[in-house]
């Protein structure tokens, strides 16, 4: 019997073993209120593996010497007013000693103190949209592995499933304030390294804030089942020095400025048929195949296929109007924002000519344009 | 023989079903509680949902409170929602108007509806509106715009921790949701 | 009580059923469907149950498949995000729920020596409509669409506007096993208040009995606000209410505080019964009086008040003010002092006895062990600083399968075990049973133990695919998970095995176990106690 709870003991310790590259604990993360947090799980592990080798220690006492077996014989007490006043009493000091350090800790969390950079964090099915306050400057964020990676087909990256098309960009150093919402579920932006998780709720705003002491990338994932792609909605975090991050945003300015020159100019282009079709290819598989599938075919009874249905195979307008303006009550997101009239032009041109739907028609940026945006 | 204890089954059975149904019960009454304590401690942010009155006060010049306006618009919205200024500092127990600016870009009529949130949570208690677009519907014609109102003021009890309040508005397309009362907004451009 | 009250109790119409019953049982399937003795309930009850259980194994193991290696392979996430929440929700409603409610039915009368349950007729339907909704439940996963995918907490607004078209029917189903649960505890409320033998005081009660009358208490308080709750899910999604809709004025936040005021006494509704058991099988093989009895019922009584101020525990990172973390951590905090001197108690009533490790003690030590580990991740959990960085995660999921598989079905396990010479007449397979225990504590700790690891590190719960660092820890966790799925055929075999037949059970198996179940024949006559034993 005693090797079998060895064996036991062995087992509880192994997975230490053989995962090598996996952390095994907690990050003591690259904040001041990361450290206090990790600081604060270490403690209450460690108080509580005290009290779990007195009483386990206690019980396999008595399994190895109380035993039948050893003839031993039972002894009659059943009772002991002190003893049960000890065990309430004791545990209760012990928790008191727990709970200060943890109030401490969540009243410095919660300190609404001026912050230096603000940016909303709005979270959708399935990505994160990046507004920073005091710039005009904001973006979505995409889950950047390829779906290839996921279905196996090819050798899965170093940070599978971690990396985004456009990280979030911090300084360091700096007090920055996340006001967090969201379009549609209720999502949960979480962060590790920053011991930062709030739930984006839709209609409401909620408040976190971070100071990041070094700079380097840091990875997340959402943290509330939100739909069918909830483990596929990573955050990533780039966080700059000061000086780079002045840099940065200037440039984000400049590319908004070439950004929308661009738009401008695509109003006056007409694109060919070959043209529309390999760009809007591209980002079909991006934005749209995650629901619609990139057969088209949909999730019959979740996502309405695009195959020969009545929008895409009908009259352009309405084609363009649901992208462009998404569908109330349903999955189905306005692309205004997110998408370019020129790139829309291009995904509505594909779905109207992929999967043998063959309607012929193309659709330009300035027809995007025109409907309302 | 059978009677008395009968009735005892009968009346212990009467008490839990009435536990029972009045718990169903409590589930609902649940709701109008949780808005009245949201209101009254600030809890996810909630402001009152009706206009407050202002009672002339000694507006606290010493102190500064920034006050930060955002604006959400549902995907499904076809309307630009954009706070007049993004941000001011403001003395509590002054009264403040400010605007947010609505243009709808529907080729037909559409009703909104915007929900305030006020971050720290724990202000939304000491923010008061006197006049809020949020307290009634918004219609707006197509391709039109408007500027929506809003005038407030910051209770002076406003705790000393908190320096910097974030009022935000989420705009809903409620248009297909059978509105009553909307209010019609501005004039067609 | 006297004589004539307990036999009154019974209603009438059942007395003069229990005569009938007592020259001929109808047959087969009649027997079953129109039964109303406690023990057939019961029978039925437990088998239902298991059943339920494997159905939700088998799930749990799409899941542990699926999650075998890093990469889509087998199902793609909406199937998969209906695997974890069908499991949850069999496993809650469908394994643990009415296991405890087969074992209230089977022991409840014999333990307080009575004939049978005070509202037998009632009995029956509670038990029959169980598999309706669970009928219901697996049918919608068949439905174009498929079933419920959003969570067995099925959080608004995911559970209304973007759930898929089958939601009515989880609605339904979820009504159904509400009504079952309720009528369950009402039985058990007014058999234990009304149906004691004559001398069995209040504080004479076996723990057993005691943990189910409270357990009784919370299923009555908070069933009803659970069928509320989904009410206002299937307004919301079908009939244009907006209680969880920002737009109508409704908050999704708020979903989530009625679920768990719901939700965290369920939690205790799982585990209390546990408690009895335990409290019931370590004097039995200690071969000592259980330590401390009227301590173990106020424990019990102050966890079961205390479950009702704890529930945003379940909730810190919706954002709260700091007064209400600091309330909602203070008063989890607290519930360990009642947890511990409960597990305080088993261990001075082991101390200094005469061990002996039978299957259902073992499986009582692997329970105050395991169960303990749950409680100390519970207490962590507790913490909302650090719940922040642990909500969530696979650490939440170790932690509610350490206190739920490891804690309530191992003693619901052990229950089985000890009591099965009562129920069918014979020993059960001593080795058998060994073997079913050391495979599973083993296996349910490669499985659930090193998930506290992948939650530290990072993994969130609910989630098909996962980040490549994870990949070695998760594939000893599915290893684990199938090892134990498979042991749990050992059990099935050794309870067929008894019922047919083995070593013929005396009345009273174990020679340390107390209480008036033992005192009658092994297997025990169709009415338990048709003369009211005295109780002194």
Redesign the interface.
């Known amino acids: ?1 005693k090797h ?1 709870w060895y ?2 003991l062995g ?2 310790l ?3 073993i ?2 090598a ?7 003591p993360g690259v904040t001041e209120i990361s450290g ?2 990790f600081g ?2 270490m403690t ?2 460690y108080i ?1 593996c005290a ?2 080798i007195i ?2 220690g ?2 396999i006492y ?2 190895i010497n ?4 050893k003839g ?9 007013t002190k ?2 006043i000890a ?2 009493i004791v ?2 000091v012990i ?1 008191i000693l ?2 200060i350090p ?2 401490k ?3 410095a ?7 230096d950079i ?1 940016i ?1 964090v ?1 979270g ?2 399935w990505k994160w949209h990046y507004s920073y ?2 710039h005009d400057i904001e973006y979505y964020s995409l889950l950047a592995t390829p779906r290839a ?4 087909s090819e050798t ?1 990256g ?5 990396e985004v098309d456009k990280p979030l960009v911090l300084p360091i150093n700096k007090k920055v304030r996340f ?1 967090m ?1 969201s ?4 999502h ?1 932006w ?1 962060v ?1 390294a920053f ?5 984006a ?7 976190a804030w971070t100071r990041v002491d070094k700079p380097g990338t840091y990875r ?13 909605m990573p955050i990533v975090v780039e966080v700059l020095s000061e000086a780079d991050f002045d840099i940065w945003i200037e440039e984000q300015k400049n590319q908004a400025t070439i950004a929308a020159a661009a738009t401008e100019a695509s109003l006056s282009q007409t694109l060919s048929m070959d043209e529309l079709m390999t760009q809007g290819e591209q980002i079909y598989m991006a934005r749209c195949a995650a629901c619609h599938q990139p057969n088209g075919m949909g ?4 996502f309405p296929g695009l195959k020969a249905s009545a929008i895409a195979t009908g009259p352009v307008t309405a084609h363009i109007d649901i992208v462009v ?5 349903t ?1 189905m ?2 692309f205004a ?1 997110q998408l370019t009239p020129q790139e829309i032009a291009a995904v509505v041109t594909y779905e109207r000519n992929a999967w043998g739907n063959d309607v012929g028609d193309t659709v330009q940026a300035a027809d995007v344009s025109q409907h ?2 | 023989m059978s009677r008395p204890s009968a009735t005892s089954n009968r009346k212990l059975i009467i008490w839990l079903m009435t536990g029972a149904i009045g718990m169903f019960g409590f589930g609902f009454a649940l709701v109008p509680l949780y808005d009245v304590l949201c209101e009254q401690l600030g809890i ?3 402001t009152q949902s009706t206009a407050s009155t202002y009672k002339p006060m000694t507006i606290d010049t010493s102190r500064v409170i ?1 006050v ?1 306006f ?1 604006a ?1 618009i ?3 919205m ?1 309307w630009e929602f954009t706070p007049e200024v ?1 941000r001011m500092q403001v003395h509590p127990g002054e009264l403040v108007r400010t605007n947010f600016n609505a243009k709808s ?3 037909a009529t559409t009703v909104g509806q915007a ?1 305030p ?7 939304a208690a000491y923010f008061n509106k006197t006049e809020c677009f949020c307290f009634n519907q918004q219609l707006l014609a197509a391709q039109s715009s408007a500027a929506l109102p809003l005038i407030f003021y910051v209770d002076p009890d406003l705790p000393d ?4 309040l ?1 009022l ?1 508005y ?1 705009l ?2 409620i248009t ?1 949701k059978g509105y009553v009362g909307a209010v019609e907004q501005g004039a067609a451009k | 009580m006297n004589t004539t009250t307990r036999e009154a109790n019974m209603d009438a119409a059942h007395i003069e059923e229990s005569n009938e019953h007592h020259e001929a049982h109808p047959t087969g399937i009649k027997r079953w469907l129109f039964t109303t003795n406690h023990k057939d309930i019961g029978t039925l009850y437990l088998w239902f149950s298991f059943i339920m259980f494997l159905t939700g194994g088998a799930m749990a193991m799409v899941i542990r498949a699926e999650l075998f290696q ?4 087998l199902v ?3 199937f998969f ?1 209906q695997m974890t929440t069908v499991h949850g929700l069999i496993m809650v409603f469908g394994a643990v729920m009415p296991a405890f409610t087969g074992l209230a039915n089977w022991l409840i009368p014999m333990m307080i020596g009575a004939p049978d349950m005070a509202l037998p007729r009632m009995n029956n339907w509670s038990f029959w409509i169980l598999p309706f909704a669970f009928t219901i439940l697996l049918s919608s996963l068949f ?4 079933g419920p ?3 067995w907490t099925f ?1 608004a ?2 559970s209304t ?2 759930s ?2 089958s939601t009515a029917l989880f609605v339904f189903s979820i009504h159904i096993m509400g009504i079952s649960s309720i009528m369950g505890a009402i039985n058990v409320v007014v058999t234990i208040v009304n149906m004691r033998a004559p001398g069995m005081s209040w504080m004479k009660l076996p723990l057993f009995v005691w943990t189910w009358l409270i357990t009784a208490f919370l299923l009555i308080a908070v069933m009803p606000v659970l069928a509320g709750v989904v009410t206002m899910v299937l307004t919301d999604k079908y009939f244009g209410t907006s209680f969880f ?3 109508g004025g409704g ?3 708020m979903f989530q505080h009625i679920f768990w005021f719901f939700g965290h006494p369920e939690v205790y509704i799982m585990i209390l019964p546990s408690f009895g058991i335990i409290s019931a099988i370590v004097p039995a093989f ?8 009227s ?1 173990m019922v106020y424990a019990t009584a102050s966890i079961a008040i205390l479950s009702f101020l704890v529930w945003a525990h379940h909730m810190f ?3 709260m003010p ?1 007064f209400a ?2 309330f909602f ?2 008063c989890t ?2 519930i ?2 009642p947890t ?2 409960k ?2 108690n088993w ?11 039978e299957t259902p003690m073992l499986f009582a ?1 692997a329970f ?2 395991l169960f ?2 749950g409680g ?1 991740s519970g ?2 959990l507790a ?4 719940d ?2 642990y ?3 696979y650490f939440v999921v170790a932690h509610f399968h350490y206190v739920l598989v490891t804690g309530a079905i191992f003693s619901i396990m052990a229950a089985a075990y000890y009591w099965l010479p009562k129920w069918t007449g014979h020993m059960y397979d001593e080795k058998l049973g060994k073997l079913h225990f ?1 495979c599973s ?2 296996s349910v ?2 499985l659930f ?2 998930m506290h ?2 939650g ?3 993994m ?11 990949a ?2 998760n594939q ?1 966790v599915s290893i684990g998970g199938f090892a134990f799925g498979l042991s749990q055929f050992i059990f099935l075999a050794l309870v067929i095995k008894c019922i047919k037949g083995g070593e013929k059970a005396p009345a009273k198996p174990w020679d ?1 176990a107390e209480g008036l179940e033992w005192t009658l024949p092994s297997p025990a006559p169709y009415h338990s106690f048709s003369t009211p034993p005295e109780v002194k």
């Not at chain 1, 997340?220 to 596929?232: I, N, S, V």
């Open positions: 019997m079998l064996s036991l087992l509880l192994a997975p230490p053989f995962a590259d996996m952390p095994l604990n907690m990050t206090k947090v604060l799980h209450i592990l509580c009290i779990g009483v386990f206690a019980m008595s399994i109380h035993r039948r077996s031993a014989v039972a002894a009659n007490f059943h009772e002991s003893v049960e065990w309430t545990p209760f928790l727990m709970a943890a109030t800790t969540l009243i969390m919660e300190d609404p103190s001026d912050a603000t909303k709005t959708s099915q306050f005091d990676q996921i279905e196996g899965k170093e940070n599978y499933l971690l006001l919402t379009d549609d579920v209720i949960s979480w590790p011991a930062v998780k709030k739930d709720n839709p209609g409401f705003i909620n408040e997340g994932q959402c943290a509330e089942l939100c739909g069918k792609d909830h483990g596929f999730l019959p009874g979740v303006n998404g569908k109330a009550g999955a997101q306005a924002g309302g945006q | 996810n942010g909630k920034t930060e955002m959400n549902q995907q499904d076809p993004k870009l529907a080729l929900i949130s006020v971050s720290p949570g724990q202000g921790t908190i320096s910097t974030t935000s989420t809903y397309n297909d | 890093p990469g889509l392979q793609e996430p909406n995000n439905m174009e669409g498929g995918n959003f969570g959080y607004p995911l506007t973007y898929p078209d809709d920002a737009a908050d999704p936040v200690s071969r000592k009086r259980l330590f401390g009895y301590s990172t919706t954002g700091v973390e600091l951590m203070y905090m607290l360990a002092v511990g001197v597990v305080f261990v001075a009533t082991m101390w200094r006895g005469s061990l002996s490790f030590i105050i062990i303990t580990i100390f207490l962590m913490i909302t600083p650090v922040f960085q909500h969530d995660t050391w504590v083993i700790n490669v133990f090193p690891f992948l530290l590190a990072g969130p719960r609910r989630i098909p695919d996962y980040a490549i660092q994870f070695d820890v000893i340390g």
